[in-house]
């Protein structure tokens, strides 16, 4: 099973929008809505930010935002903050038959 | 509040082995599947094994098929990452991550398991 394809990183300024991209297939993306993102700090353990595609778990700003389009899901920040300078990475199910689940290779967001 | 603290991390030489322990604590363990995620250095997040509630269904990923074995103790809220034959590759933080229904909501902190001689 092959990772999930995101780019290797992305910046933007304070109060800009990112937008993060997060590629997979017809078996894995494409066939679930059920693509989750976590932030990852340095040394720190992953923190989940959208699950099944969209939705927001309590806690986390509205600033983050989910969608997918065929075999492609995105996360969204808008409004820029510092402290959202991390590495991002999706994670998709991907079917009983192999692997189980699958993640994306990581995306280095860097806040200018 | 929910927590998970992983275990028994460390040195090994290249085809010893290890078991990981993850204790879960602040929710109903038996009432939830589990996961073994780990991240190489400087590398990203790598599903390992999941094994479902009352242990009677387990996967693994291709790398670590036959090689590695996950199993639970729901008595004692603990779950566990047999590792045998392990490979420099086998390197890396282990996380145990709790599944709630499609997504991981929980993880633990880490244990960090090098392979080296």
């Known amino acids: 099973q092959s990772a999930l394809t995101q780019p290797a990183s992305v910046s933007g300024s304070p109060g800009q929008s990112i937008t993060i991209s997060c590629t997979g297939t017809s078996s894995d993306v494409g066939s679930y809505n059920l693509v989750s993102w976590y932030q990852q700090h340095p040394g720190k353990a992953p923190k989940l930010m959208i699950y099944e595609g969209s939705k927001r778990p309590s806690g986390v700003s509205n600033r983050f935002s989910g969608s997918k389009s065929g075999n492609t899901a995105s996360l969204t920040i808008s409004g820029l903050q510092a402290e959202d300078e991390a590495d991002y990475y999706c994670c998709s199910y991907a079917g009983s038959s192999t692997a189980n689940w699958v993640f994306g290779g990581g995306t280095k967001l860097t806040v200018l | 509040e929910v927590q998970l603290v992983e275990s028994g991390g460390g040195l090994v030489q290249p085809g010893g082995s290890l078991r990981l322990s993850c204790a879960a604590s602040?929710?109903?363990?038996?009432?939830?599947?589990m996961h073994w995620v780990r991240q190489a250095p400087g590398k990203g997040l790598v599903w390992v094994s999941r094994i479902n509630s009352d242990g009677s269904s387990t996967s693994y990923a291709d790398s670590v098929k036959g090689r590695f074995t996950i199993s639970r103790d729901n008595a004692k809220n603990t779950l566990y990452l047999q590792m045998n034959s392990l490979r420099a590759e086998d390197t890396a933080v282990y996380y145990c991550a709790r599944e709630q229904v499609w997504y991981y909501g929980t993880w633990g902190q880490g244990t960090l398991v090098t392979v080296s001689s």
């Open positions: 602040g929710f109903t363990f038996s009432s939830y599947w």
